[in-house]
């Protein structure tokens, strides 16, 4: 079962950032390309932000899986 849905990308989390801010932050950080959310699936945007945050909290390793197409 998905976390995140595609229809709460513009809802406000607690620290008042919507899903999508917090999406675009991370690949511009991470210098990764914008993903095309609006194709994406739920499962796969949940899978999608759980490896944003995984990045986040463990720092951008240079390889191969790092760089995998969304």
């Known amino acids: 079962m998905a976390l995140y849905s595609k229809h709460d990308l513009d809802e406000p989390g607690n620290d008042g950032q919507t899903l999508r801010q917090h999406i675009r932050s991370s690949e511009s950080r991470f210098g990764l390309e914008r993903t095309n959310l609006g194709s994406m699936t739920d ?3 949940t899978i999608y932000v759980e490896w ?3 990045l986040d909290k ?3 390793h240079d390889g191969l899986e ?3 197409s969304w």
């Open 58 to 60: 463990t720092g951008w």
């Open 43 to 45: 499962e796969k945007l």
């Open 52 to 54: 944003l945050d995984h």
């Open 66 to 68: 790092d760089r995998r």
